[in-house]
């Protein structure tokens, strides 16, 4: 089939976040949003189904640190307090 | 004859000889039959008055079917929107085929269904044809171009030069689907639930917006080039300025994911079952409650309003806050997306 | 969609934007090195979010905008070769080379596919065993890796059709060479999330600790870049310049061992050539003699040497690619910007990638 790609902002330097919900081999199938697409794992040999890895070009490169994640997001949280108490 | 109807289609099948009249006969004709298709004469002869519309359009998809639809349905609702847009009730379709040799006649049989189905859930009659078939290579299994003619009740005046600063733009669902229900089957992307195509036939959705409304000043579909092509050539050809709320635009979570994957702004993406309406703000409640009403309105909403600043731009106010500038898509079109 | 639409909270973002206000007194100048960041920047309107003291400049993480000219004809050179199926990233078909464009060779009658990944790279070789299939190899740390991948799978599963031509180039080094240009004197650097979740953090310590500028590896969302510039803005307000990840759930100091050990098993570091800047040493990626089967550069130097002398590289006239790359001039200030340069009729690389800073501001114009 042939392949058109004619606006991808994506394709170089971004990657997506998307959840592996099946592992075969080198290749899982990912979901996001209730989307679903085939990957490479070859990247990331320690991911696990459930996990949420950093799709680029067709691989994951990354696994997402969920703990990391909420660190984040309470980190926000706190600046903003601070920020108020000011 | 009988063996190679069963199969594929053959040159001869374009040739105007007994192939080609047993095609039309057996594949065409039974199903789209109507008084005045069934005369097969050169022409199609009728009567009409009033203020009439005609409107053209060819139809090159790929792939030429696609989760929701399929290009025979898309060469109808194409082109009987087109003649919607301007308030025009749609009455006749040409239907001109260029087949690629080798197709499949099943396939062909599926999209003369599919023909057949959306014309008659639009009300229009198919009234003269044409079948050409080409060499392998010379055409992508195949291309349709649907011609209509509609006649515009008295009083009815719908352009896009018409907004007025002030008037509402009103959005009758959500956008993105078309493009990206085609895009995921190019890139090999599947979904969960089932993402379609939007397309489909608006004359009664119109209909019923123009009963409850008949000062609406203007309605477009958003086809190529997406919403954000639409509200430029409205800003443009009213010169006018357009203000629209990017929280209030209506996405499907599916077509919002999508892009992401694959690198788009909804906004830009081509829809073939969608409107744009703009009018007065005093109708804006009115016409939008019609509008739920019809299974193609359900997910309408006022998306923004029609200015006197920025002339012949169109600005969004971004989830963020700050307001920017959308433009017409610029670069490269989505290939062969309807 | 999770990790998505936590990061985009829009009464979040005005209050670190807030903060940044709060906090930024001296006048800085941040630059944002990749295009995905630019892109961001611009869609998410986040310029308009922070206070006059900041300025921001764009540098030169986009791959296509820095593939130098002379390395496309090569490209384009290689697509009229009967028997050669040229495979690319899709940024890369409307680059006006010196005299054509991959789009125009494919309008010629050239086999040119766009491709999303190297993996369906693969798939094409596989499926035309009797054509050589060239991927085009553009990208940075984040793409070096699945390219690496693709020719390892391809030496398992024995597909002898399949080569690479290597444009890949390396950040570090760039950062090195512009901050040691010093033509444009920078405080900090928002940098490239995705690269570092491949190098991690310990490649860029060479920039606070030999430039004294802060450096923050940030995520894409717009939250995750107002914080970045938060951190910046702390370092700066506190004259401590570091190294810190911002985009903690992505990036680790380490990075991805597996990615690295693919890419040195497959590649070796050589000198590139920049476009807007030149060459910049042992700053790209060249394929090992070990795999040296798969090299483009090697399969068909004839083809590339006779494509170089026929016709020289030459840069279009009046371009500012170049300056806009390093930072040292915003597209508005280049004179074909919008006017004899659009996505439609590009003359630059800027204005065609998606990445690139000049389709960015094209794109997102801003009240």
Same mark, same amino acid.
């Given at each position: 089939?042939?392949?058109?790609?004619?606006?991808?902002p994506?394709?170089?330097?971004?990657?997506?976040?998307?959840?592996?919900?099946f592992?075969?081999? $080198?290749?899982?199938?990912?979901?996001?949003?209730?989307?679903?697409?085939?990957? %490479?794992?070859?990247?990331?040999?320690?991911?696990?189904?459930? $996990?949420?890895v950093?799709?680029?070009?067709?691989y994951?490169?990354?696994?997402?640190?969920?703990?990391?994640?909420?660190?984040?997001?309470?980190?926000f949280e706190e600046?903003?307090?601070? %920020?108020e108490?000011? | 004859m009988?063996?190679?109807?069963?199969?594929?289609?053959?040159l001869?099948?374009?040739?105007?000889?007994?192939?080609?009249?047993? /095609?039309?006969?057996?594949?065409?004709l039974?199903?789209?039959?109507?008084? *005045?298709?069934?005369?097969?004469?050169?022409?199609?002869v009728?009567?009409?008055?009033?203020r009439?519309?005609?409107?053209?359009?060819?139809?090159?998809?790929?792939?030429?079917?696609f989760?929701g639809?399929?290009?025979?349905?898309?060469?109808?609702?194409?082109?009987?929107?087109?003649?919607?847009?301007?308030?025009?009730?749609?009455?006749?379709?040409?239907?001109?085929v260029?087949?690629?040799?080798? *197709?499949?006649?099943?396939?062909?049989?599926? /999209?003369?269904?599919?023909?057949?189905?959306?014309?008659?859930?639009?009300?229009?009659?198919?009234?003269t044809?044409?079948?050409?078939?080409?060499?392998?290579?010379?055409?992508?299994?195949?291309?349709?171009?649907?011609?209509?003619?509609?006649?515009?009740?008295?009083?009815?005046?719908i352009?896009?030069?018409?907004?007025?600063?002030?008037?509402?733009?009103?959005?009758?669902?959500?956008?993105?689907?078309?493009g990206?229900?085609?895009?995921?089957?190019?890139?090999g992307l599947?979904?969960?639930?089932?993402?379609?195509?939007?397309?489909?036939?608006?004359?009664?959705?119109v209909?019923?917006?123009?009963?409850?409304?008949?000062?609406?000043?203007?309605?477009?579909?958003?086809?190529?080039g997406?919403?954000?092509?639409?509200?430029?050539?409205?800003?443009?050809?009213?010169?006018?300025?357009? !203000?629209?709320?990017?929280?209030?635009?209506?996405?499907?979570?599916?077509?919002?994911?999508?892009?992401?994957?694959l690198g788009?702004?909804?906004?830009? !993406?081509?829809n073939?079952?969608?409107?744009?309406?703009?009018v007065?703000?005093?109708?804006?409640?009115?016409?939008?409650?019609?509008?739920?009403?019809?299974c193609?309105?359900?997910d309408?909403?006022?998306?923004?309003?029609?200015?006197?600043?920025? /002339?012949?731009?169109?600005?969004?106010?971004?989830? *963020?806050?700050?307001s920017?500038?959308?433009?017409?898509?610029?670069?490269? *079109?989505?290939?062969?997306?309807? | 969609?999770?990790?998505?639409?936590?990061?985009?909270?829009?009464?979040?973002?005005?209050?670190?934007?807030?903060?940044?206000?709060?906090?930024?007194?001296?006048?800085?100048?941040l630059?944002?090195?990749?295009?995905?960041?630019? +892109?961001?920047?611009?869609?998410?309107?986040?310029?308009?979010?922070?206070?006059?003291?900041?300025?921001?400049?764009? =540098?030169?993480?986009?791959?296509?905008?820095?593939?130098?000219?002379?390395?496309?004809?090569?490209?384009?050179?290689?697509? +009229?070769?009967?028997?050669?199926?040229?495979?690319?990233?899709?940024?890369?078909?409307?680059?006006?080379?010196?005299?054509?464009?991959?789009?125009?060779?494919?309008?010629?009658?050239?086999?040119?596919?766009?491709?999303?990944?190297?993996?369906?790279?693969?798939?094409?070789a596989?499926?035309?065993?009797?054509?050589?299939?060239?991927?085009? &190899?553009?990208?940075?740390?984040?793409?070096?890796?699945?390219?690496a991948?693709?020719?390892?799978?391809?030496?398992?599963?024995?597909?002898?059709?399949?080569y690479?031509?290597?444009?890949?180039?390396l950040?570090?080094?760039?950062?090195?060479?512009?901050?040691?240009?010093?033509?444009?004197?920078?405080? &900090?650097?928002?940098?490239? =999330? +995705?690269?570092c979740?491949?190098?991690?953090?310990?490649?860029y310590?060479?920039?606070?600790?030999?430039?004294?500028?802060?450096?923050?590896?940030?995520?894409f969302?717009?939250?995750?870049?107002?914080l970045?510039?938060?951190?910046?803005?702390?370092?700066?307000?506190?004259?401590?310049?570091?190294?810190?990840?911002?985009?903690?759930? =992505?990036?680790?100091?380490?990075?991805?061992?597996?990615?690295?050990?693919?890419?040195?098993?497959?590649?070796?570091?050589?000198s590139?050539?920049?476009?807007?800047?030149?060459?910049?040493?042992?700053?790209?990626?060249?394929?090992?003699?070990e795999?040296r +089967?798969?090299?483009?550069?090697?399969?068909?130097?004839?083809?590339?040497?006779?494509?170089?002398?026929?016709?020289?590289?030459?840069?279009?006239?009046g371009?500012?690619?170049?300056?806009?790359?390093?930072?040292a001039?915003?597209?508005p200030?280049?004179?074909?910007?919008?006017?004899?340069?659009?996505p439609?009729?590009p003359?630059?690389p800027?204005?065609?990638?998606?990445?690139?800073?000049?389709?960015?501001?094209y794109?997102?114009?801003?009240?």
């Amino acid at each position: 089939m042939p392949r058109y790609f004619a606006y991808n902002p994506k394709a170089m330097c971004l990657a997506v976040p998307v959840k592996v919900v099946f592992i075969e081999g $080198d290749e899982a199938e990912t979901e996001i949003g209730g989307v679903r697409r085939r990957v %490479s794992v070859a990247l990331t040999p320690e991911v696990k189904v459930g $996990d949420y890895v950093l799709l680029h070009t067709g691989y994951a490169i990354g696994v997402v640190d969920e703990v990391e994640a909420k660190e984040t997001l309470k980190l926000f949280e706190e600046i903003i307090k601070l %920020s108020e108490v000011h | 004859m009988e063996q190679a109807m069963n199969d594929t289609i053959l040159l001869a099948h374009g040739s105007g000889g007994k192939l080609s009249h047993a /095609l039309v006969e057996k594949k065409f004709l039974p199903l789209l039959t109507n008084p *005045l298709l069934d005369k097969l004469d050169d022409s199609a002869v009728f009567e009409a008055s009033g203020r009439l519309s005609f409107t053209t359009d060819s139809y090159v998809v790929d792939p030429i079917f696609f989760p929701g639809g399929d290009i025979g349905k898309l060469a109808v609702c194409g082109t009987v929107n087109d003649l919607s847009m301007n308030g025009a009730k749609p009455l006749y379709l040409s239907l001109s085929v260029i087949i690629e040799e080798g *197709l499949l006649i099943a396939d062909l049989e599926r /999209l003369v269904q599919s023909i057949k189905a959306a014309a008659d859930e639009a009300q229009v009659d198919i009234i003269t044809g044409d079948t050409k078939v080409v060499n392998q290579g010379q055409a992508d299994k195949l291309f349709i171009n649907t011609s209509g003619i509609g006649i515009i009740p008295a009083g009815i005046d719908i352009s896009g030069a018409n907004a007025k600063a002030g008037d509402r733009v009103i959005l009758s669902g959500t956008i993105g689907d078309h493009g990206i229900a085609i895009m995921s089957q190019r890139e090999g992307l599947r979904f969960e639930t089932l993402l379609e195509s939007d397309c489909a036939p608006l004359n009664k959705l119109v209909a019923q917006m123009v009963e409850a409304c008949p000062n609406i000043h203007c309605l477009r579909d958003p086809t190529r080039g997406g919403l954000a092509t639409t509200l430029n050539e409205f800003a443009q050809q009213s010169n006018v300025g357009i !203000v629209v709320e990017e929280d209030k635009i209506p996405v499907k979570k599916e077509v919002k994911a999508a892009c992401e994957l694959l690198g788009f702004d909804p906004i830009h !993406v081509a829809n073939e079952g969608k409107l744009v309406a703009i009018v007065e703000p005093d109708d804006a409640n009115k016409v939008l409650a019609q509008m739920k009403q019809n299974c193609y309105g359900r997910d309408a909403a006022i998306i923004g309003e029609v200015t006197n600043d920025y /002339l012949g731009r169109v600005i969004m106010k971004t989830r *963020l806050g700050p307001s920017r500038i959308i433009d017409m898509l610029s670069g490269e *079109l989505l290939p062969r997306i309807c | 969609m999770k990790f998505i639409d936590e990061y985009q909270n829009s009464e979040l973002a005005k209050k670190l934007a807030q903060r940044i206000a709060g906090l930024s007194v001296r006048s800085i100048r941040l630059m944002e090195f990749c295009g995905g960041h630019t +892109h961001a920047i611009m869609r998410y309107g986040i310029r308009q979010l922070l206070p006059e003291t900041i300025e921001m400049k764009s =540098g030169p993480g986009c791959p296509v905008c820095v593939t130098a000219i002379g390395d496309l004809d090569k490209a384009i050179a290689l697509s +009229h070769s009967p028997g050669v199926i040229i495979t690319t990233f899709g940024d890369m078909m409307r680059v006006p080379g010196s005299y054509s464009s991959l789009q125009q060779a494919r309008a010629e009658g050239a086999n040119i596919r766009i491709v999303y990944s190297t993996m369906d790279a693969l798939e094409i070789a596989k499926a035309s065993p009797e054509k050589s299939v060239i991927f085009i &190899g553009i990208g940075f740390e984040t793409t070096a890796p699945t390219i690496a991948a693709s020719i390892v799978k391809a030496e398992r599963e024995g597909i002898e059709n399949f080569y690479v031509l290597s444009f890949l180039k390396l950040t570090p080094p760039v950062i090195k060479a512009l901050l040691g240009l010093g033509e444009v004197k920078l405080d &900090g650097i928002i940098g490239p =999330g +995705h690269v570092c979740v491949i190098t991690g953090s310990h490649p860029y310590e060479f920039i606070p600790e030999k430039y004294g500028v802060a450096y923050v590896i940030s995520g894409f969302e717009p939250l995750d870049i107002l914080l970045s510039i938060n951190k910046l803005v702390e370092q700066l307000e506190t004259d401590s310049p570091r190294v810190e990840i911002a985009y903690r759930r =992505g990036v680790k100091p380490e990075g991805n061992r597996k990615a690295l050990e693919l890419m040195n098993q497959v590649f070796e570091i050589d000198s590139a050539d920049w476009r807007g800047i030149g060459i910049v040493p042992q700053s790209g990626l060249k394929i090992s003699k070990e795999y040296r +089967h798969f090299d483009a550069n090697d399969a068909f130097s004839g083809l590339l040497r006779s494509a170089c002398n026929d016709r020289p590289a030459r840069e279009p006239k009046g371009c500012r690619c170049g300056d806009v790359v390093r930072g040292a001039a915003t597209p508005p200030e280049c004179k074909l910007f919008r006017t004899a340069c659009t996505p439609e009729k590009p003359v630059g690389p800027c204005m065609v990638s998606s990445e690139g800073a000049c389709s960015a501001y094209y794109q997102y114009g801003f009240l």
